[in-house]
């Protein structure tokens, strides 16, 4: 049977690079379900569809197929057949997706696809609602999280890597808003599940936070007799 590992958390504590190292190690597959919605909240964008327009949104989405495949072991993104990765991490994107997420219909699509992805092989799946409510079962769930001022230094840093200048407070401002989004929202709110682990990663290396997840692995094994 695969094995699942949860991490949930809010943008920016640093799930995908632990949850790509997590992977590493153990050799399991990488699912980024942001990038999920990210696709999906680019195709709305692309047909002109604003955050406001939730029946459109609604009609849209049918429209959107979204897949997964692995090209030298990284996560691409296929809306449509087309490879749409390189466009996910806009900020536009980031932002219509924290809207179009809390869409029913977006995430009941989508929770079937991770669901399948899930149940064919061993994973380590990041998002929001992957403990809670996508991969209730998991053997390991990580709640990851860290300050906003935190957050917002990682962001910053990672902007101003790729030449794109920024203004902290205004990148701050932005992570509160959409945590406020993502764990108000009526369906799958972004929270602690009861059985997740929390880590707070503010004063952590990404090595200690990975060997913290890989240790509760073991553990997880070692209790199943594995
Ligand atoms: O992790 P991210 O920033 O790439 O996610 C983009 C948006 O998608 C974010 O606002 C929350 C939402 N999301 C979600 O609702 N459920 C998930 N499992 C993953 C992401």
Known sequence: ?????????????????IAKAVARELEFIYVDTGAMYRAMALYLIRQGITPQEKEKMEEACDKAEISIIYENGAQQVILNQENVT????QE???NM???????????EKLVELQRILASKENVVMDGRDIGTCVLPHAEVKVYLTASARTRALRRCKELEEKGISCVLEEIE????ERDYRDMTREISPLKQAEDAVLVDSSCLTIDEVKD?????????QEEIGV
């Open 212 to 220: 913290t997840i890989i240790e509760l692995y073991r553990k997880s």
């Open 173 to 176: 401002a932005d992570i509160k």
């Open 1 to 17: 049977m695969a094995v699942n590992i949860a991490i949930d958390g809010p943008a920016g504590a640093g799930k995908s690079t």
């Open 92 to 94: 536009e994107v980031g």
């Open 97 to 107: 997706a924290s809207v179009s997420s809390a869409n029913p219909k977006i995430r």
């Open 86 to 89: 390189p466009y996910l991490r």
